[in-house]
C-alpha cells in the first residue's frame, strides 16, 4: 500500500559514498571503510571525480554513472558541494542520504544560509536526508555501518538517538565488552531534515527494536516529536536523556505563571503526556541501556534485593524508596526455602541479605525462591567480596537458577573491582545486567518500573462528560480582538473575568470606578465588605505598590481606599496611567483555600498550564505543577495530585473537603480556554478560592498578543485539541437528533457498550477475526485518540446527555503522511438509514481538512453492503495480492 518515508535511509539495498578516498585520514575513507568491511549484502560504490578507483573498486565520478541500484547515498564531501549532489540525487531516483559533513548552521551565518540551500534542495529533489553535521547511522542487524565510528556495534534490540555524535561513539564503544546489542544506532545532527519524530516513527514499527534511548539537546518540531513518542512509548519502552535541565525559559513580567514555569519542567510535563521515561544523567542512560539491552519488562514495582552484604542491601533499598519502589516482603514459601538452607540468623526479609559467607548454593536457591516469589517484579542480586566468597562461582549459579526465557528482570550488582571482573563479565555474557554500583542497578530496574506504570496509566478512561455547557466562544474573542485593536497586550480586570465567565469559571462582580464617588456607588452596587484594586494597564502585580485594600466596610473606608490607592501607586509608578480602581465583593467562600491555576507559553511546547498554592506567596512557596493541555478529568487529577497543597483539598481536623470535581472543572476550562484562543499567551487565576460549595476566581491576569497569520487555529499546540469543528448534527427519517462528532476520552463507556452490543458478522466485518469485548488496552487506544495523526468519529442519537453510539469510522494517518488507512463500522439497529454513507463522508471532510491526498483500507470480499458502499462513493476496489479473500479499495480526496 506505502512504503515507510525512512525505510531507504534504515534498509537501503544499495549505497554511494560520496567523498571516499584512499586517504587513511579522511572521513570519506573511513565510512567507505567501515561499509566495505562489515557484512551488507547490497553494493557500497564509491563517488568521488579525484579516483579511478578506491580500496580496489571503481569509483564514478557522478552518481547518474553508477550501474547498481542505490537507494542512499553517505555524503562526506565540503558542505558547499552538497546541495549540488542533493540534485543530482533527486535526478538519479536516490531517495535517502546521510550528510556527514559540517560547515552549515554551526560555521556561522554564511553556513546558515548553506543550510537553507541544502534544506531547499532536498524539497525540490524528494530526498530525505540525516544530519548534516552527524555522525551517521549503524543497522547492525544488516551489516551497514555507516559512519566514521572506530568500534563496531553489536546487534540487539535496542535502539539509540542521539542529537550528540560523542554520545554515540561512546555508547558504540561501551556496547561490545559489556555484551549490549542494537537495533540501530543514529546520530541526527543538526536534524535539518530527519528530526527525532521521523526517526520514532520507524522506530515504533520496526520489527528489531524493542526498546529505544533517547538523547535530546533541544526539539525542533514538539507536535511531531510527541506524536511519534506516543505512537513509540505506547509498545516500546522510551528512555530520554535530556540535557540542559537548568536553562530556565524566559520569563514573563505580566503573570505569576511565566515566572514559575521553567523550560525542564515542561519537558517532563510533555514527555509524562507520551509515556516515555526520564533518566537524568549520563550514567543512568548507561543503566538504561544494560537493562534494555536484556529485553525484560517487569510487571510492576516491587523489588527484590538478594545480598551477602547488610550495608549493600541498605543503600539498595534507600535509592529504591528515593524512586518510589516497593522493596516489598517476600512470602511464606520464598521464607521457607531460604530457612531450609540458610543460618537461622539470616534477615528473614527483604532485602534477603544471606550473610557474608554464603555459598554459591545458597544464592542459587535464593536468586530461584525470588524469581518464583509472585509477589517480587524483579530481583536484585549483590555481592560484596569477601573472604569466603568465590565471585565467579556465584555468578554461575546465579545464571543457572535464572530461567533462559524468563521475562521478570534479574539484575546483578558484583562491588568491587579485581576479585569480581570474572563474575561480572560472566554475568554479562549470559544476559544479566551487571551494574558497579547498587544505586545504578535500582535506577536501571526503576526505568521498567516507570515503563510499567505509564502503560497502566494510559488504560485509565475519564468517565462520561457531566457537563456539556459550550463556551460562549463568540464573545471571548470579541473582547480579545477589541483589546489588540486598541494596541494592548493585557486585558483589564474587568475584561479578564468576563472572558473567564464566558468559559463557564466562577467569578466574582467586578465593577470600574474612575473617582472615590464611583467606588462608592461600586461598593453599593457588590455590597459590602468590599476590596479596592488599582486599575492601570503597566500594573499587573497590584500587591506590589500597595494597590490592594480588603475587607472595606462602610462608606468612609471606601473614599478613603481611594484615595491612599490612587496616591501610593501614582508616588510608587510615576509612569503607569491611573485609570481608577477596580470594586468587587470579598469573596463569599466558606472554608477556603487559596490556588492558582495558570497557563504560559514555552518556546518549545507552546501552552502550558500550572496548579498549585496561590496567593501573595505563590512565587516563593512554588508549589506547583505543571502539564500539557488539551486536558481530562484523569489529567486534571494527576496534574493537581503532583503538588503538595492537593493534601489540603481533603478533610482534615476540622475543616471540610473542597468540593474536587469543581476544580477539576476549571482545569478543564482553561484548558479549553487556551487551546480555543491562541491569542492568550499568559494566564494567572490567583488566588482562586476552593471550598466545601465550589469555587471562585477573585482575580485574574491575561495577557493576550496576536497570533502568526500563517497559524491555523490549533498549531499554538504541540498536543492538537478536539476540533470542535468537525461537529456535525443532521436528523434521521423518523426525526430523531444524528450527530456525528470526533470521539473524545470520555466516550469510552458508551465505545465499549457499542462493541458489545454488535452482532458476530459486524464484528468480523470491522475487526476481520472473532472478539467479543474490547479490552483496556483497545478501549484507551480506541478513545484516546492523537488528532494530529488520527481521527475517530462517532455517530450518536438522541439529545445530548442522553445520546447512544450507533456507529463508529476512524483513519489512521501513513508514514508517508498523504494517506490514511480506514475502517468504519455501523450498529445493526440502524442499517439501511444512510449512517454509513453520512460518516464515511465526514471521515473524508476531516481527512482532507487533515491535507490528506488519499484514503483506503480493506473490506472482506463477502461484506457486500460495504463494497456496494464503496462503489457509490467513487472508490476503486481491487482484490488484494496477500490474500484474496480481502478486498482493497482506495480513492483520491
Known amino acids: 500500500m506505502f512504503q515507510r518515508p525512512l525505510e531507504a535511509l534504515f534498509n537501503p539495498t ?91 548552521r554551526e560555521a556561522g551565518e554564511d553556513g546558515k544560509a548553506l543550510e537553507a540551500k541544502l534544506v531547499e534542495a532536498a524539497r525540490k529533489a524528494g530526498v530525505r536526508f540525516l544530519g548534516p553535521n552527524c555522525v551517521g547511522l549503524v543497522r547492525p542487524w544488516w551489516g551497514m555501518n555507516a559512519t566514521f565510528l572506530n568500534s563496531d556495534t553489536p546487534p540487539g534490540r535496542l535502539a539509540i538517538v542521539s542529537q550528540s555524535g560523542a554520545l554515540c561513539s561512546a555508547i558504540s564503544d561501551y556496547a561490545g565488552p559489556h555484551h549490549l546489542g542494537f537495533s540501530a544506532v543514529v546520530s541526527l545532527g543538526n536534524s535539518t531534515n530527519v528530526d527525532f519524530g521521523d526517526v520514532l516513527q520507524f522506530l515504533a514499527t520496526d520489527p528489531k527494536t524493542d526498546s529505544i534511548l533517547l538523547y535530546v539537546e533541544g526539539i525542533n518540531n514538539a507536535p511531531t516529536f510527541l506524536s511519534a513518542l506516543r505512537i513509540a512509548a505506547r509498545s516500546k519502552p522510551v528512555i530520554v536523556l535530556k540535557s540542559g535541565r537548568h536553562v530556565q525559559s524566559s520569563k514573563a513580567a505580566n503573570t505569576h505563571t511565566g515566572a514559575l514555569i521553567g523550560s525542564d519542567a515542561v519537558f517532563d510535563a510533555a514527555l509524562s503526556r507520551s509515556g516515555a521515561v526520564r533518566a537524568n544523567t549520563f550514567g543512568q542512560l548507561f543503566a538504561a541501556a544494560e537493562i534494555l539491552s536484556a529485553n525484560k519488562r517487569t510487571g510492576g514495582k516491587r523489588l527484590g534485593i538478594v545480598t551477602n552484604g547488610g550495608g549493600a542491601g541498605v543503600l539498595a533499598a534507600d535509592r529504591a524508596g528515593d524512586l518510589g519502589l516497593d522493596v516489598a516482603d517476600i512470602s511464606d514459601k520464598t521464607r521457607a ?110 526505568y521498567l518500573a516507570q515503563h510499567f506504570r505509564h502503560q497502566r496509566l494510559a488504560l485509565e478512561v475519564p468517565g462520561p462528560m457531566t457537563d456539556v455547557t459550550e463556551p460562549d466562544l463568540v464573545g471571548a474573542r470579541m473582547i480579545i480582538d477589541t483589546a489588540l485593536r486598541e494596541g494592548r497586550g493585557m486585558l483589564n480586570d474587568i475584561e479578564s473575568k468576563a472572558v473567564l465567565r464566558a468559559f463557564r469559571i466562577p467569578t466574582n462582580m467586578t465593577i470600574e470606578a474612575d473617582s472615590a464617588g464611583d467606588a462608592l456607588v461600586a461598593a453599593e452596587t457588590v455590597g459590602f465588605p468590599v476590596a479596592m484594586k488599582i486599575l492601570s494597564p503597566q500594573i499587573s502585580h497590584k500587591s506590589d505598590v500597595g494597590g490592594v485594600m480588603l475587607g472595606l466596610m462602610n462608606a468612609a473606608d471606601v473614599m478613603q481606599a481611594y484615595r491612599e490607592i490612587t496616591e501610593r501607586a501614582k508616588a510608587l509608578r510615576p509612569e503607569a496611567v491611573i485609570e481608577g480602581v477596580t470594586v468587587e465583593q470579598m469573596a463569599q467562600v466558606d472554608d477556603a483555600r487559596e490556588l492558582v491555576v495558570g497557563a504560559s507559553r514555552d518556546p518549545v511546547f507552546g501552552p502550558v498550564i500550572m496548579f498549585g498554592a496561590g496567593g501573595t506567596m505563590v512565587e516563593i512557596l512554588r508549589d506547583n505543577a505543571v502539564a500539557l493541555p488539551p486536558l481530562n478529568a484523569v489529567l486534571a487529577n494527576r496534574l493537581i495530585d503532583r503538588t503538595k497543597v492537593a493534601r489540603l483539598l481533603d478533610a482534615f481536623r476540622d475543616r471540610h473537603a473542597v468540593k474536587r470535581e469543581a476544580v477539576v472543572e476549571v482545569l478543564l476550562r482553561v484548558s479549553d480556554m487556551i487551546c480555543e484562543l491562541p491569542e492568550i499567551t499568559e494566564l494567572d487565576l490567583n488566588p482562586l478560592f476552593a471550598g466545601p460549595e465550589g469555587v471562585l476566581c477573585v482575580d485574574a491576569r491575561i495577557a493576550i498578543k496576536r497570533p502568526p497569520s500563517k497559524d491555523g487555529p490549533y498549531d499554538h499546540m504541540a498536543i492538537r485539541p478536539y476540533p470542535r469543528h468537525l461537529v456535525r448534527e443532521d436528523h434521521l427519517s423518523d426525526g430523531r437528533l444524528l450527530t456525528i462528532r470526533p470521539i473524545r476520552p470520555e466516550d469510552a463507556e458508551s465505545e465499549a457498550g457499542f462493541v458489545r452490543d454488535l452482532s458476530p458478522q459486524a464484528k468480523r466485518f470491522r475487526f476481520m477475526g472473532t472478539i467479543n469485548e474490547l479490552s483496556p488496552e483497545m478501549l484507551a487506544r480506541f478513545t484516546q485518540i492523537d488528532y494530529r495523526a488520527e ?47 453520512r460518516l464515511m463522508k465526514a471521515l473524508m471532510e476531516a481527512a482532507r481538512d487533515h491535507g490528506l491526498a488519499v484514503i483506503e483500507g480493506t473490506v472482506l470480499k463477502e461484506n457486500g453492503p460495504m463494497l456496494h458502499l464503496m462503489e457509490e462513493l467513487g472508490f476503486t476496489i481491487e482484490r488484494a495480492p496477500e490474500d484474496p479473500e480481502i478486498m482493497a479499495v482506495h480513492r483520491e480526496l
Open 791 to 837: 481521527m475517530a468519529l462517532v455517530a450518536l442519537v438522541g439529545e445530548e446527555g442522553a445520546q447512544e453510539q450507533i456507529g463508529v469510522a476512524r483513519y489512521a494517518i501513513n508514514p508517508d503522511r498523504r494517506s490514511c488507512e480506514f475502517a468504519i463500522v455501523v450498529s445493526d439497529k440502524v442499517q439501511h438509514q444512510g449512517i454509513g454513507t
Open 337 to 446: 526455602a531460604l530457612d531450609a538452607i540458610l543460618p537461622p540468623y539470616w534477615s528473614r526479609g527483604n532485602p534477603v541479605d544471606i550473610l557474608g559467607d554464603a555459598s554459591a548454593e545458597a544464592y542459587g536457591t535464593a536468586v530461584k525462591a525470588c524469581f518464583e516469589d509472585k509477589g517480587l517484579d524483579g530481583v536484585l542480586v549483590m555481592l560484596t567480596p569477601q573472604a569466603m566468597t568465590d565471585a565467579s562461582a556465584v555468578a554461575e549459579a546465579v545464571v543457572a537458577a535464572v530461567p533462559k526465557r524468563g521475562r521478570k528482570p534479574v539484575l546483578a550488582c558484583w562491588m568491587g573491582e579485581t576479585s569480581v571482573a570474572a563474575g561480572r563479565r560472566y554475568l554479562s555474557e549470559n544476559g544479566i545486567p551487571d551494574f558497579h554500583t547498587p544505586e545504578r542497578a535500582v535506577e536501571a530496574f526503576s
Open 14 to 104: 544499495g549505497i554511494a559514498v560520496f567523498g571516499a578516498s584512499e586517504s587513511p585520514t579522511s572521513v570519506g575513507s573511513k565510512v567507505h571503510a567501515n561499509l566495505v568491511d562489515g557484512t551488507f549484502e547490497g553494493p557500497v560504490v564509491p563517488v568521488n571525480p579525484k579516483y579511478d578507483s578506491v580500496r580496489g573498486q571503481v569509483c564514478y565520478d557522478k552518481i547518474a554513472e553508477v550501474p547498481e541500484k542505490i537507494d542512499l547515498a553517505v555524503i562526506a564531501t565540503p558542505a558547499k558541494t552538497i546541495p549540488g549532489i542533493i540534485k543530482e540525487l533527486g535526478a538519479a531516483g536516490v531517495g535517502a542520504a546521510i550528510v556527514l559533513s559540517a560547515g552549515f
